[in-house]
């Protein structure tokens, strides 16, 4: 779902913009608390949540319109729902509800300049092209060949298979926002933060500018720990210098839902695993959050077999009420050796989520 | 500075704050910070500056807590730390042992080239953990001891087997032996790691030091367990 304010997409001289579109962004938290700034203007948030709870999309959005007419008045607001950032924005701007198997449909009609790619709007109407539809008619073999990356990025984007697009988000929004609400970010770099030159400071920086020319800008990270809006927020690592939108809540409310100590290694990709009882038989989770035998081995990857020695657990994930139900459960084994895990369980699957290292 | 919009200014802090919160690290002192639990494993002194120190042992037993923790006081007292070669580190556990995530650089996945990457950040940094992903040249370690040297940085090196680095360090900590405290079968959850960590000199030789250590405690920071 997107929120769109066409009067504020473009920032004026003296910042009122962004202090009326931080109000648009607390008026619709009051809904739902997983808004998300994409860029100024335009933000995003879950609708299956409060789709549930208030029985349908065009429900939300009324709902919505509701809090924000309420809360500033003056502000012009569109309000979407489609898959996807790129679809989503298309569809405030007509106030649509687009379900997952009607997105392809509902782009085709637009034109490609809503892509924002000057080049492409010039040279695609000379071929004929002149609408997302008819783009993603093309091969995307041709389109990559013929017009390279960023033109491929247009033509998923264009045909619905991906609901992002590079230029899409302004990565720096919520920084500004923060300021402009006043709310001190302690997980930023700032380089002039102790409000003067920090001599250390500056030769840090001055050799990550080097490391980001020789590695590129994304090999270069600092942890962010997310304890603003749930104090046992999942941290992570971000690029050095850039400000993530918050994002959707996918991982849940952990690791505060297992206490410390936390595990040092995190797995951005959590492995395949399997954990099994004393005849080799695999185990569960039960509905009712019970594991339905005794853990006696585990394996991760394929790899060996390896006896489990302890075990505690396991914890249901409990996933806030408005988002898509999973029921996950988590379970630290040690292993032989005295290797402590912890895997999750998930449908009938087993995966290596972290490592005591 | 690398943002790609420009950073809207900051209003300065009240001098009070500013007093407190701007860094105590020096330049000139020869020791860098360290966990008060770790004192005793470095001869009650802190961490020499241009040393190269080894932690090792085998995934899973607390090699990478006790690694981390290296970075916790220095960060903290306002040195710059940087991580190289450690993939998917624990953002919360990293707080729970202290360290000042604001000063920590990261290059998490440097691949062929994680020495280069090293290298470079010994320039900016006082303290740099690299996890080589493999045994290391004698050529690669020589140059990085010798740069940390030269800026004056400290160099740890987390490793699996303190063999795959080919030159003495100035201490090398080897997780021998660890045991959890709070899991049963099926009750209770890891409440706290007991380590025994034992110092090698130069040479691999035995110092004849074994020290016990929480690996992490019960709130997740590094303690003393002798006694």
């Known amino acids: 779902m997107a929120i769109r304010c066409p009067g504020l997409l473009a920032e004026g001289d003296r910042g009122d913009e962004v202090r009326a579109f931080l109000l648009v962004l607390r008026a619709a938290e009051q809904l739902c608390p997983w808004v998300t700034p994409a860029r100024l203007g335009v933000c995003t948030l879950p609708a299956r949540g409060p789709s549930r709870l208030l029985g349908g999309e065009p429900a939300v959005v009324d709902a919505l319109a509701a809090e924000i007419a309420s809360a500033c008045p003056e502000v012009e607001v569109q309000i979407g729902v489609a898959p996807g950032l790129f679809g989503a924005q298309l569809a405030a701007r007509v106030a649509a509800v687009v379900g997952d198997a009607e997105l392809a449909d509902f782009l085709a009609p637009w034109s490609i300049a809503v892509l924002g790619r000057a080049e492409l709007a010039t040279t695609l109407p000379r071929l004929g092209v002149r609408t997302l539809g008819e783009l993603a008619a093309l091969p995307a073999r041709q389109v990559y060949e013929r017009f390279g990356a960023d033109a491929l990025s247009c033509h998923r984007a264009a045909s619905g298979q991906v609901g992002e697009l590079p230029g899409l988000r302004d990565l720096a929004i919520s920084a500004r926002l923060a300021t402009v609400a006043g709310v001190s970010r302690p997980s930023v770099l700032q380089p002039d933060f102790y409000g003067g030159a920090d001599a250390a400071g500056e030769r840090a920086a001055a050799a990550v500018t080097r490391l980001q020319g020789r590695f590129g800008p994304e090999a270069v990270a600092i942890a962010r720990h997310r304890g603003a809006r749930d104090p046992a927020a999942r941290g992570r690592l971000v690029p050095f210098g850039s400000e993530e939108p918050l994002g959707e809540p996918g991982s849940g409310p952990w690791p505060g839902r297992l206490p410390a100590p936390s595990p040092t290694s995190v797995l951005e990709r959590p492995r395949p695993a399997a954990v099994a009882d004393v005849v080799g038989r695999p185990l569960a989770v039960g509905a009712e959050g019970l594991l339905d035998g005794v853990p006696d081995r585990c394996a991760v990857d394929g790899g060996p077999w390896r006896s489990v020695e302890e075990w505690g657990g396991p914890w249901p994930v409990l996933e806030h009420f408005w988002s898509t139900p999973r029921r996950r459960a988590r379970l630290q084994l040690v292993l032989e050796g005295g290797v402590a895990i912890l895997v999750c369980f998930e449908q009938g699957n087993w995966v290596l989520e972290a490592v005591y290292d | ?227």
């Open chain 2, 1 to 227: 500075m690398f943002a790609s919009s420009p950073t809207p200014a900051r209003p300065p802090l009240p001098a009070a704050l500013a007093e407190r919160v701007r860094p105590v690290a020096t330049a000139s002192s020869r020791l860098l910070p360290l966990a008060p639990a770790l004192l005793p494993l470095f001869g009650g002194a802190g961490l020499q500056r241009g040393t190269t120190t080894c932690i090792a042992g085998p995934v899973g037993v607390g090699a990478r807590t006790l690694a981390l923790t290296m970075l916790s006081a220095a960060s903290a007292a306002g040195h710059w730390c940087g991580v190289v070669g450690l993939a998917d580190p624990g953002v919360s556990a990293m707080v729970e042992l202290g360290l000042d995530l604001r000063r920590v650089v990261f290059v998490p996945s440097p691949g062929g080239r994680w020495s280069e990457a090293a290298a470079e950040l010994f320039d900016g940094a006082d303290l740099v953990l690299i996890r080589p992903a493999g045994p290391v040249a004698h050529g690669v370690a020589r140059l990085l001891v010798s740069r940390a040297r030269e800026r004056r940085a400290a160099l740890v090196v987390l490793t699996t087997d303190p063999a795959r680095w080919p030159l003495g360090p100035e201490r090398c900590l080897v997780v021998r032996s660890s045991s959890w405290v709070g899991v049963d079968r099926g009750h209770g959850h890891l409440a706290a790691r007991r380590a025994e960590v034992e110092v090698l000199g130069r040479r691999g030789a035995s110092r004849r030091e074994r020290h016990q250590l929480w690996l992490p405690a019960r709130a997740g920071q590094v303690l003393d367990a002798a006694g």
